[in-house]
């Protein structure tokens, strides 16, 4: 991806969602949120001055969030006497 050639991603997008071209993305980006994109962008390898994270991992670390941010209610909950579901 190039910025000069206009194929990179606006991190913006990936944190609001946003609609691309169709063949790329049919669905459009779905909104993934800072921290899924923070995580991502963290556990890459950084070798050059470029770094290339597909959608796909965003998901995969908004998924993850969505793990540890469920956990962790469900903690809270219970250390204050809530009822879990």
């Known amino acids: 991806m ?3 050639l206009g194929n990179v991603i606006d991190p913006r997008d990936v944190i609001r969602g946003a609609t691309l071209q169709r063949q790329q ?4 980006i779905p ?11 963290s556990t890459h390898n950084v070798q050059g001055p470029e ?3 597909g ?4 998901l995969t670390q908004r998924r993850f969030c969505n793990k ?4 962790v209610g469900f903690v809270l909950r219970a250390l204050q006497g809530e009822e879990t579901p």
């Open 55 to 58: 959608v796909a991992s965003v």
């Open 31 to 41: 909104e993934c949120g800072a921290d899924a994109l923070r995580l991502a962008l």
């Open 25 to 28: 993305f049919p669905q459009g």
């Open 51 to 53: 770094i290339r994270v």
């Open 68 to 71: 540890i941010w469920n956990g």
């Open 2 to 4: 190039s910025k000069s």
